[in-house]
């Protein structure tokens, strides 16, 4: 139980901090197992972007709008239309830097119920692999009288289905971004 409230907590600072979300996820499987280690990395991570957000909001707004305003003016209308959709299709597609993609919704004033739960549910697939590979990495370790060379820990299954959603993962955020950027 302590563990799991100083990860939390732990968790939630990194991300006020402008911390990325990488290194929680891996540690977060290697502590707490694909699922659970899923669960709570997402609730966490949303949490914490959560509040990075509307601290943004309150405090950096006009600063984060003259940054990135001319740069994703095209997308505020489509926010404006629906604007849980596509923030949930944005935080699925990625490709922004954690820290950046907290802070950059304040140019759409996107509502806080709909930026958490766009969070929890977009982020919720990428997590998983990551943390999916933290757990991997665990059970490789846990399996192993001696440390196994890189060769071993890639051809494991607990590593390389990881990878193999991971890259999917991608292909599908790509062809989402086009569609989203697109129309």
Known sequence: FIVSLVFFIFTIIWVLLLGFGTPILLLSGFIFGKWFGSIYAVLSLSIGATLLYIFASYFFKDLVEEKFSKRFSDL??????????????????????????????????????????????????????????????????????????????????EIYIPIIAFII???????????????
Request: charged content about 15%; aromatic content about 18%; glycine content about 6%.
């Open 76 to 157: 505020s209308e489509k926010f404006k239309k629906n604007e849980f959709t596509f923030f949930l299709i944005y935080r699925f597609v990625g490709g922004i830097p954690f820290f950046i993609s907290n802070i950059l919704p304040t140019i759409f004033n996107v509502k806080i119920k709909n930026f958490f739960f766009g969070s929890v549910i977009g982020m919720f697939p990428q997590v998983f692999v990551v943390v999916s590979l933290g757990a991997g990495l665990n059970e490789i370790i846990q399996k192993n009288a001696e440390v196994p060379s890189l060769i071993q820990i890639l051809f494991s299954s």
């Open 169 to 183: 993962l991608l292909i599908i955020a790509v062809i989402f971004k086009n569609i989203f950027y697109r129309n």
